[in-house]
Structure formats: structure tokens, C-alpha cells
């Protein structure tokens, strides 16, 4: 919106501002050239040149709203997202199981955000799936997991209350131990006492997770309290000693000093300690999805939102199915999909689990967050800038288990990868169209026999329970700004599936240092009379500068 200068003769704002003698005198001042008079009165609705604007305009107006859409504002900044997905095959570590996570979080990787997805983390049998979930193994992969990510390093100073050993058969057995003594107590209890995700989880988010499902757009400072959110969104206006009777319930269920899991108490200073913070954590069934951030990282996440959807027993229960996790980073938006899909090495599977996909990319609608000027957090899976999907996707192999071997015992990936279900129907453009998976240069994940590394084919009994080797789990991406840094596979023999990881390369887009402090200082709603312009009259002696209005 233009602005006349100082120096330029104009009529303030008085009752006749839209007089002839106004008209007269704007015309003197700055009289427009033929041809833009021909274009304004062609348009119906003809841009404003005009520096004023109606009341109903201005009333809502932001300054942040014109700052936060300028292209130079704008920076890209590259960041690091390790991916990693395991069908653990109903089995949960136990202090017995010396289960080293290396093969799952890789100890020389130090990525910025880690998206961890299990399938199976209880037996898919009718009492898992129809009855209240039990969280116990959940909680003991969560204590698995941020010991892994927040392990001591080059002599920092030990933040736990026992010093781990860098041994992660070690480390996981005594995590393993504490949580048995921890549950032990639970297992005598009834149904309805058994503990909430939500209190499992909150001695690995940040001190102020609410702050996680907020908006953070345009305003990049560090948020301190509800009110630093977005002006727009309607949960900004919270008071910071609101919660949810959920959060409550689980506050009321813990004692004062907090709460020990896995030898980290709930105590705040502890969390403000660790390297990494768990951004968002959600179950279905034997479906369990991570999201672990630095913490330098966590004020800038927002409108962190989860989506469940059945697919399995009747088409909606829980044994089959995906959990979606959608976020914003800076100003960019992401979604993290961790699926299983149908089962079955039958011919016509495979449209079943194209399916699911179409199906879950139809249904999938994350909850309405606040907006920015002109638009909104994505509510839809492919809306997002940057999505990464992983899970056991479950496409086999269309070959016979005995020409399947025999291309496995030659190493022959290629030749296998051209009768793989999913490279087929992605050609085909039946599913995942537009979608982008890196070449697979690993044998397959599944199926292998317990504690072993032969295939189950080769130990079976009769053929009913011999499956044909396949690369079940998966990762694929969608989106520009992102590339995949590397795809590989774990070789932990705690289930019969292997754990498969990648590593992806991200751009994200962050407003100028120079944006950030002018958004910080104009984030608030401004009056009509703060946008109208005025006039400068010439110094008179001994008085200040006087503006007509």
C-alpha cells in the first residue's frame, strides 16, 4: 500500500474527504496517466491505489502479515531427519533380551530430528485389539529409545541418576530392569489404573509441550508463555495454568517430586538437561510412532497434530492401519506416516494394500489449527511441503520361493527388485503416484526365523508356514526440498522382521534474523487511524512539527 510523501500537498482526513474540491486537488497533485485510468475502469473490482482502505479492511490487519510474505524475508536452511521403521513382531525387551539399539538409532548418527515407527509392539490377537490398550510396552521402548538418544558423549556430565555404560546391551538391560520393577508393581492393578500414554510420555517432552500443538507462524521468537503464539489462533489467548482434565488426571496420578522411568525423574531441571525431547508419541494398537527433536530445535515446532485410521478386522479396527504425525518446522510443514498395511502373499494382495494407501490418503484430516494471512496449517496428507512414510507396507515378491532363493543366493537385487509388488504397482501408477523411494541395495527384511539369520523357508516344516522373502518395510518421500541421504537395513534379531533405516537431507524455509525481530515488535492489531497518512505543515517558530487530521 503506497504512501504519499511528506513533502506532498493533500487534503487530511476531514467529513469532506470525498469532496469534489478533494477530487480537484488529488488530481493536481498526481494526476494518472491515460492508460492507467483505462485499466482501472475495465476492472470490476480495480486494485487500490489509494492510501486509504475501509474501516472493515484495516480492522484486522497485521503489520507481520505483509513482513512474513516478502521473498527476501525468507531463508532456506538445511536440516537432517533420520527415518527408521520395525515390525518387532509382538515381542517387548525385557531385562532377558540384551536388545542393542544400534541396529535401530546407528550411534555415529546425530541427525536433528529422529521419526521412529514400530509395528507389533503387542501380539495382534483379539484381546490387543478389542480391549484397552496396555502401555507397558511402549513405555519400555520409550525408555529404550531416550536412553540411546541422550547417552552420555565424550565425558559430557552424566544427567541421569545412574551412570549409564556405553554399552547398549548394558544400557537397555538395566532400563529393561527398572522397568520390570516398575510395572511389577502395576500388574496386580485393575484395568482402568494402568497408565495413561500421556503420563508414560511427559518425562521426555519439553517442560512446556503445550506449546507443541500451538501455532508459530510468522512470530520466530522463542516462545515463553501461550500468549507469544499467533494472535490468530484462539488458543493463544489460553491462561498458562489451563490444561486439559486428561493432563490433570495424569498430573494427579504422580507424586510431587515426579515420577521415575528408566532412571530419569519428571523433574524439570532433568528434561531442560537432555539433548533430545520427544516431540509427539502415539499408539494404535501394535502401531507406535516416535518424534524426537533437539532441543534447540523444539520452540520452533508447532501445530504438532496426530491422525489414526484403522484398516484392519471390518475395514476400520486398529490391528492394521497408520498413525500420521503432522508439524511445522519454522515455516515449513511436515507429515510423517507410519503404516502396516494388509497382509498375505496371495495373488490379488497387493490390491488390498493399495487400498489401505488410497484409502488412508482419502480419509486421513488433521484438526484445524489457527491461520496465517490467506492460509491455513495442511489438513490433508498431501498437502504438506515435506511427507516421509515408512511401516511394513507388506508388498511381496511375485515369485516363487524357490526362484526367490535362488536369486538370493546370488545376491541378485535387481533381478529381484523388477518382481517386487510395490515397484510394480508404483510403475503401473496404480498407487504412490508421484512418490519417490531410493534404490534398495539390501536383501530382504522378512520373513527370518527368530534369533537367526536364515529365512523361515529354509527351517519350515511344511509350506502353509513357509513365506517367501520380501522387502515388507519400507520408506518413500514426497515433496520438493528433501533427498534421501542414505537406505539400509539393521540386522537386530529380536523379531523376524529387519528394522530397515534412512537418513533424508530437508529444506527448510526460516524468516531473516532481520524479519524475526520486526515480526517480534508488530504482532499486534492495529487501528484504522495507524494506516491512514498525514500531512506535514511547515515548521512555524518556536512550535513543533503539527499534522492536520
Excluded at 517387548?92 to 550411534?107: G, H, M, Q, V
Excluded at 521419526?115 to 521402548?141: C, H, K, S, T, Y
Excluded at 500388574?187 to 500443538?213: N, W
Excluded at 523433574?267 to 502415539?282: G, H, I, M, P
Aim: glycine residues 6%; positive net charge.
Amino acid at each position: 500500500m503506497a504512501f504519499p510523501d511528506d513533502g506532498e500537498k493533500m487534503k487530511g482526513c476531514g467529513p469532506k474527504i470525498f469532496g469534489a474540491k478533494d477530487k480537484k486537488a488529488t488530481k493536481k497533485t498526481d494526476r494518472p496517466s491515460s492508460s492507467t485510468v483505462k485499466s482501472a475502469s475495465s476492472s470490476s473490482k480495480p486494485p487500490s491505489s489509494s492510501p486509504f482502505r475501509t474501516l472493515s479492511e484495516v480492522r484486522s490487519i497485521r503489520l507481520s502479515h505483509f513482513l512474513a510474505r516478502s521473498p527476501s524475508a525468507i531463508k532456506a536452511e538445511h536440516f537432517r531427519i533420520f527415518i527408521s521403521t520395525w515390525n518387532v513382531g509382538g515381542n517387548t525387551p525385557t531385562a532377558t533380551s540384551e536388545l542393542n539399539l544400534d541396529d535401530f538409532i546407528p550411534a555415529d548418527d546425530h541427525s536433528d530430528i529422529y521419526v521412529l515407527g514400530f509395528q507389533e509392539i503387542v501380539p495382534l490377537n483379539a484381546g490387543n485389539v478389542l480391549v484397552m490398550e496396555d502401555n507397558e510396552p511402549a513405555a519400555r521402548w520409550l525408555a529404550l529409545i531416550h536412553r540411546t538418544l541422550n547417552r552420555r558423549a565424550n565425558g559430557d556430565a552424566d544427567i541421569f541418576q545412574h551412570k549409564p555404560s556405553l554399552s547398549l546391551d548394558s544400557t537397555s538391560s538395566r532400563s529393561s530392569s527398572n522397568l520390570d520393577a516398575s510395572f511389577s508393581n502395576r500388574s496386580s492393578s485393575a484395568i482402568f489404573q494402568m497408565s495413561s500414554l500421556k503420563s508414560i510420555r511427559k518425562p521426555y517432552m519439553p517442560t512446556h509441550r503445550k506449546l507443541l500443538k500451538l501455532c508459530n507462524c510468522s512470530v520466530e521468537m522463542t516462545r515463553k508463555s501461550y500468549k507469544d503464539a499467533c494472535f490468530g489462533c484462539p488458543q493463544a489467548y489460553t491462561n498458562e495454568t489451563d490444561s486439559s482434565e486428561e493432563d490433570e488426571v495424569d498430573d494427579k496420578s504422580n507424586n510431587t517430586h515426579g515420577y521415575v522411568v528408566d532412571g530419569v525423574t519428571s523433574a524439570s531441571s532433568s528434561r531442560d538437561q537432555l539433548k533430545y525431547n520427544l516431540v509427539s508419541c502415539k499408539r494404535m494398537v501394535g502401531i507406535f510412532v516416535t518424534v524426537w527433536a533437539k532441543k534447540e530445535l523444539v520452540p520452533h515446532i508447532g501445530h504438532v497434530r496426530t491422525s489414526c485410521i484403522g484398516r484392519g478386522v471390518m475395514g476400520y479396527l486398529g490391528n492394521k492401519g497408520c498413525i500420521s504425525v503432522s508439524m511445522t518446522l519454522h515455516q515449513t510443514s511436515f507429515c510423517f506416516i507410519c503404516s502396516h498395511l494388509a497382509s498375505g502373499e496371495k495373488e490379488g494382495d497387493e490390491l488390498r494394500r493399495n487400498l489401505d494407501v488410497l484409502e488412508i490418503l482419502r480419509v486421513t484430516q488433521f484438526p484445524r489449527v489457527c491461520r496465517r494471512a490467506g492460509q491455513r496449517a495442511p489438513e490433508k496428507i498431501i498437502d504438506h511441503d515435506r511427507v516421509i512414510w515408512l511401516g511394513d507396507l507388506n508388498y511381496r515378491i511375485s515369485l516363487s520361493y524357490e526362484d526367490t532363493k535362488k536369486l538370493l543366493t546370488e545376491n541378485n537385487w535387481d533381478a529381484l527388485f523388477q518382481k517386487d509388488q510395490l515397484n510394480t504397482e508404483r510403475n503401473s501408477g496404480r498407487v504412490f503416484k508421484g512418490w519417490s523411494e531410493e534404490k534398495i541395495y539390501f536383501a530382504p527384511t522378512y520373513k527370518y526365523t527368530f534369533n537367526s539369520d536364515s529365512y523361515s523357508g529354509e527351517t519350515a516344516t511344511s509350506k502353509k508356514k513357509r513365506r517367501t522373502p520380501a522387502w515388507c518395510d519400507r520408506i518413500l518421500w514426497h515433496g520438493d526440498g528433501i533427498a534421501q541421504l542414505s537406505y539400509f537395513r539393521g540386522e537386530s534379531k529380536f523379531s523376524d522382521h529387519r528394522p530397515v533405516c534412512g537418513s533424508f537431507n530437508v529444506v527448510v524455509d526460516l524468516l531473516d534474523d532481520k524479519s524475526k525481530r520486526r515480526t517480534s515488535n508488530t504482532n499486534i492489531r492495529i487501528g484504522a487511524e495507524e494506516l491512514l497518512p498525514t500531512r506535514t505543515d511547515k515548521v512555524n517558530k518556536g512550535a513543533g512539527t503539527k499534522t492536520k487530521q
